[in-house]
Structures are given as structure tokens and as C-alpha cells.
């Protein structure tokens, strides 16, 4: 059973575009949404985190906006660079037993941002 | 450290055979995760430890695969009787609280 489904697999963007990854949960126990990016060879790294008690966060050029009623998140990266070029991940957690933080990731999303 | 240490970098084992992966986690982190990914694919996770509790064995595979923590440093996991299916990155996370895992780079193992 995937918890998080994630689309799409892979995206490719312009320089100077915006890049657009949705994911979707299941379990309303969730209530923490973070993405990751990982670059070849290297483990993902904490791009950007949410909880559901607000619709969108914004740091630099990424966004999440989430709507709990869908129970969707997205990620949005503003003119995005070559730099930007890296597999996202979106995951989710829900506490459990008050100390279990274990989250569920997608699949995967491959963005290459052309130059 | 000032992030998370996996050890070896690479595997290359004949399959059959048991290996051993090594995660130094940060210094201070109660929690400690193992994930496997296997290529092009999301992370699996495999184990989860926190602190003196009971680990969260949920997502081993197998009666294969195992794995230990001392305490709140080193953790192994180990892999008996490998298999070609087994091939992957293994990546180890530790967390302080809620927000965020730190990823180590993983431990890519290829059973020939």
C-alpha cells in the first residue's frame, strides 16, 4: 500500500520556469510534510517541511502549498536553475506511541532544468 | 561528527555471503533510521531506532536482514546470505526531534 504517491516521475523545465511536484497521502494521521532533494551520490537533504495548520510555506524560491481537504501537497520552485537539477522526494509523518517519527516517502521525482 | 558517517561508501559482495554496513549517526540524535533505495526508486525504510526503546523493526525484509545500535551512537546492519535482490543504496538517517531527518551519503552494495 503507497501512503504518498508522488507525480510526476520526471519533469523537465526551462531555466528561468517554474517546477511544479504533487503529492498525495492517504492517512490523515499525517501531520508532517517535508521534501527532500537528493543529488547523485549523495543522501536526500531537508529542503523544505510543512504541518497541515497552514496552506502554504515559503522559503526562498521553494513553496509548498497543502490543502488537507484534498489531502495534497505541492512543491513549487520559482525560476529554477540548472543547480536545481536533483530527485525530490515529498514524504510524510504522523507521531506514534510519542516518539516514532518515521516518515513515508514517495517515489521520486527526476527534474532536470535546462539551461 | 557534524553530519552522518556511513561506512563503506561501496560494497561489491558474492552473493551468499553476509556484509556488515556501519552508520555513525550526529552526536546527540536519539533516532536513528535505516532506509534502502533501490535504483530509480523512493526510500524503504527498514528499521528505526530511538533511544533504550524497542526498535521498529517493521520494514526488514526479511529474517535476513538485522541490525543493532549501542546505545545512541554506531549502528549496523547486517545482511546474511545476500542475495542479488539485495542490491542497493542503504541510507542511514538521525533525527533530534520532529523536524527533519540528517541523511548520511549510503552505502551502495551490489551482490554479484
Known amino acids: 500500500q503507497q501512503q504518498v504517491k508522488q507525480s510526476p516521475q520526471s519533469l523537465i523545465v526551462q531555466k528561468g520556469g517554474i517546477s511544479i511536484i504533487n503529492c498525495a497521502y492517504e492517512n490523515t494521521a499525517f501531520d508532517y510534510f517535508p521534501w527532500y532533494q537528493q543529488f547523485p551520490g549523495k543522501g536526500p537533504a531537508l529542503l523544505i517541511a510543512i504541518r497541515p495548520d497552514v496552506s502554504e510555506k515559503k522559503e526562498g524560491r521553494f513553496t509548498i502549498s497543502f490543502n488537507k481537504s484534498a489531502k495534497q501537497f505541492s512543491l513549487h520552485i520559482m525560476d529554477s536553475q540548472p543547480g536545481d537539477s536533483a530527485t525530490y522526494f515529498c514524504a510524510a509523518s504522523k507521531p506514534s506511541g510519542g516518539s516514532n517519527y518515521k516518515l513515508t516517502f514517495g517515489k521520486g521525482t527526476l527534474l532536470t532544468v535546462n539551461p | 561528527g557534524a553530519g552522518v558517517s556511513q561506512s563503506p561508501s561501496n560494497k561489491v559482495t558474492e552473493k551468499g555471503k553476509d556484509v556488515e554496513l556501519r552508520c555513525d549517526p550526529i552526536s546527540g540524535h536519539t533516532a536513528l533510521y535505516w532506509y534502502r533505495q533501490r535504483l530509480g526508486q523512493g526510500l524503504e525504510f527498514l528499521i528505526y531506532f530511538q533511544g533504550n526503546s524497542a526498535p521498529d523493526k517493521s520494514g526488514l525484509p526479511s529474517d535476513r536482514f538485522s541490525a543493532e545500535r549501542t546505545g545512541e551512537s554506531v549502528s549496523t546492519l547486517t545482511i546474511q546470505r545476500t542475495q542479488q535482490e539485495d542490491s542497493a543504496v542503504y541510507l542511514c538517517?538521525?533525527?533530534?526531534?520532529?523536524?527533519?531527518?540528517?541523511f548520511g551519503s549510503g552505502t551502495r552494495l551490489t551482490v554479484v
Open positions: 538517517a538521525s533525527s533530534l526531534n520532529y523536524y527533519g531527518y540528517t
